[in-house]
């Protein structure tokens, strides 16, 4: 668990929407506010609050945000290794770029990856672009991330180094293999 009282965190509002429910007399009207948090250095968070205003649905979600914090693993200024995060009917494809590139991301994709400190990454929504499902996407992209970022640690505390010897190396491959 990610103590969100020691960071410095910034928010930004991703999407708001103004949603009704139907009742004997017309509409009684409501907001949800779809809120991300981040330091900046690898630790994002985003919530949903809902409320009968705007501000509060907002604060609603900052507060949820914080208590959702995630570490991202980066390799510099971009992510560890190529991901797809799916949710919904949406699917985010992310790969690493070489430093200089820019976050080109849209919609609330390049909100959480501006907020985890992700600065150079090649991102596309494929399918349904709905900002939450979307996030929630972008969210299971990280947890494939983190996953793979601590089988990997394991791998090596198994091997006995840091560094990749001949025997775990991967070999290249340029025409057919023939036996």
Known sequence: MIDASQLELKEKLISVKRVAKVVKGGKRFHFSALVGVGDGKGHVGVALGKAGEVPD???????????????VPLRGTTIASPMIGRSGASKVVFRPAAPGT????GGGVRVVLEL????DVLAKC???????NSVRATFDAFEKLN????????????????AATAETAPVAVTGPVKP
Do not use: F, P
């Open 57 to 71: 649905a907002i604060q609603k979600a900052i507060e949820k945000a914080k208590k959702r914090l995630i570490r």
């Open 102 to 105: 820019g976050l080109i991301a």
């Open 116 to 119: 985890a400190g992700v600065r």
């Open 126 to 132: 494929v399918g349904n672009t709905n900002a939450h």
């Open 147 to 162: 996953d793979w970022a601590e089988s990997r640690r394991l791998r090596r505390q198994a091997v006995g180094g840091s």
